[in-house]
């Protein structure tokens, strides 16, 4: 088996993660959190959303959160943006890293963005090129990569279709969105295999419905991936995919890779911190098997065999 020496671990977290929550969590509380995981070693943070408060409460404020956060050097702190609004209150903000998305699915657009497909990727082109003239890392993500809530099961053809389009306009990565966590690691495999992508700008971006986040990571690795997004604590959901679950947890992910000795430069117990800190405040029992593990009175004892 061939795995990669490395990968990069995409920690949303502050964004997928939160959106989602049936708590509004306030912006002291999103900087907080955000430098906690700063602190655990991440390369690229996705920090909030500068979308319509009037459809995701929750990002309200992302601006003064990204104002507000300790900027570490080396790493990626992004905005996820639907618009040219967006892409305007970015450049206001001085931000240097954006996420734009779409979909695989027509109906999920729709429900999302207020868009077609077609309109999403012709709406992007109006600033993603800018962005990339301005110096900013761009990263493109495709929801209902596997299958929609809408529509059902989505054909990789369609996917591989969008990523072209996403590439061609200038994103720097791809992220293939299971929105709502029903694929399996035979989809996962079906899904990156012909993907006109190279494989070092293609990240996966998997929700833990069922319960197969941990085991279409691993299909992933086997196609090459070595870009995983993950949520610290399992947090969060799509507000317009009914059902969905929380994205795959990172302490779960970060477990699967060491012990597959895959460096990530995430430190494991730096990151418990940050988890157990946005639990309190979100009064929320965590849904991460590998965090609850470690919060167990056995934790030393769980640290010392990290520490091996
Ligand atoms: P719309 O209603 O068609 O837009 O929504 P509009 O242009 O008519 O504007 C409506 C209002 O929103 C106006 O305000 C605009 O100014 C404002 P009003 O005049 O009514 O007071 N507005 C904005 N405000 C702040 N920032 C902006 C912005 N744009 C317009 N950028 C729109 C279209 C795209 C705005 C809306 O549908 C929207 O914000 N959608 C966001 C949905 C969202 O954030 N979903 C979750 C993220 S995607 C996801 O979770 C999937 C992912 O994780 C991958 C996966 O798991 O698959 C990435
Ligand atoms: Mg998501």
């Known amino acids: 088996m061939i795995y990669p020496s490395k990968v990069k671990i995409v920690e949303v977290s502050p964004r997928d993660g939160l959106q989602a929550e049936k708590v509004t969590v306030p ?159 035979l989809k996962v495999k079906h899904l990156i295999k012909g993907i006109p992508v190279p494989l070092e700008k293609l990240a996966v971006h ?6 197969q986040g941990i085991a279409n990571i691993y299909a992933a690795l086997l196609e090459g991936i070595s870009i995983v997004d993950s949520s610290a604590s399992g947090l969060g959901g799509c507000p317009y995919a009914p059902g969905a679950s929380g994205n795959v947890a990172t302490e779960d992910v970060i477990y699967l890779l060491q012990g597959l000795g895959i460096e990530t430069g995430v430190d494991l117990s730096k990151l418990l911190k940050a988890s157990l800190f946005i639990d309190d405040v979100l009064k929320k029992e965590t849904s991460s098997k590998a965090s609850k593990a470690l919060r167990i009175d056995k934790i030393n004892l769980h640290r010392s065999y990290f520490e091996k």
Request: hydrophobic share 40%.
């Open 206 to 211: 998997f929700h833990d419905t069922y319960g």
């Open 27 to 185: 912006v002291a509380s999103r900087i907080q959190f955000i430098n906690l995981l700063s602190d655990a070693g991440f390369k690229t943070i996705e920090v909030g959303s500068f979308v319509s408060p009037k459809w995701v409460p929750n990002m309200e404020g992302s601006d003064k959160v990204y104002q507000g956060i300790t900027k570490k050097e080396g790493i990626n702190y992004s905005i996820l943006i639907p618009n040219f609004k967006g892409y305007e209150a970015a450049l206001e903000n001085k931000v240097d890293s954006i996420a734009v998305f779409t979909a695989a699915s027509e109906t999920f657009c729709q429900k999302n963005i207020n868009s077609s497909l077609k309109e999403s990727l012709e709406n992007f082109k109006t600033f993603v090129p800018d962005a990339k003239k301005n110096g900013l890392w761009v990263r493109g993500y495709i929801s209902c990569a596997i299958a929609c809530p809408y529509e059902g099961f989505i054909s990789p053809k369609k996917v591989h279709e969008v990523a072209l389009e996403l590439l061609s306009m200038g994103c720097d990565e791809i992220s293939l969105g299971d929105t709502i966590g029903v694929g399996t690691p």
